[in-house]
T-cell receptor, first 112, second 115 residues
Framework: GDSVTQMEGPVTLSEEAFLTINCTYT??????LFWYVQYPGEGLQLLLKATKADDKGSNKGFEATYRKETTSFHLEKGSVQVSDSAVYFCALSVNQGGKLIFGQGTELSVKP | GAGVSQSPSNKVTEKGKDVELRCDPI?????LYWYRQSLGQGLEFLIY????????KSGLPSDRFSAERTGGSVSTLTIQRTQQEDSAVYLC?????????????FGQGTRLTVV
């Protein structure tokens, strides 16, 4: 079945460090890919998305490129801030408007 | 409303009791999802409603779990004969229009504790 696998956390970085959170997927169809973020005490919200191969989603300094050949959608940010501390979820949706399947989440902690 | 609303925000129940969790989606959203988030776990898909189509119930963990969506709007997730392993945060989300890749908007969740 369709699934998403993320790197395990927690990930602890110093402010201004480079961030990569790995995400790979398995899908029977041609999925759309998403990153959601859950800040402490808040609900999940969409961070970025990509709908076809080689698309790059970006928002708030975060980027992820849809790599069909490696079935990956890794999240990157060049310089993290303390305010980026949160749990990050990779997700996919197969077929337009289809259900969202989430990975297990990766907790990021950024220290000053 | 301004966003997805879930009630109650917290629920403590005794093992063996039934509970009902409510979700009010954003007005006009055709898709509605229920997920379960356990401590240290990811988001476990439970059920998905899309417009007038039959719901996708493939994620419901047992026949103690059921959900309905009345009038294409409000949804209720019911857990019968609750067990301690049902303790988790239950999240509801809704999405606008069918047939498009759009974001899901999440509620704050209901924290269920079975004692």
């Amino acid at each position: 079945g369709d699934s998403v696998t993320q790197m395990e956390g927690p990930v602890t970085l110093s402010e201004e460090a480079f961030l990569t959170i790995n995400c790979t997927y398995t899908a029977t169809g041609y999925p759309s890919l998403f990153w959601y973020v859950q800040y402490p005490g808040e609900g999940l919200q969409l961070l970025l998305k990509a709908t076809k191969a080689d698309d790059k989603g970006s928002n708030k300094g975060f980027e992820a490129t849809y790599r069909k050949e490696t079935t990956s959608f890794h999240l990157e940010k060049g310089s993290v801030q303390v305010s980026d501390s949160a749990v990050y979820f990779c997700a996919l949706s197969v077929n337009q408007g289809g259900k969202l399947i989430f990975g297990q989440g990766t907790e990021l902690s950024v220290k000053p | 409303g301004a966003g997805v609303s879930q009630s109650p925000s917290n629920k403590v129940t005794e093992k063996g009791k039934d509970v009902e969790l409510r979700c009010d989606p954003i007005s006009g959203h055709t898709a509605l999802y229920w997920y379960r988030q356990s401590l240290g776990q990811g988001l476990e898909f439970l059920i998905y409603f899309q417009g007038n189509s039959a719901p996708d119930k493939s994620g419901l963990p047992s026949d103690r779990f059921s959900a309905e969506r009345t009038g294409g709007s409000v949804s209720t997730l019911t857990i019968q004969r609750t067990q301690q392993e049902d303790s988790a945060v239950y999240l509801c989300a809704s999405s606008p229009r069918q047939g498009a890749v759009t974001e899901a908007f999440f509620g704050q969740g209901t924290r269920l504790t079975v004692v």
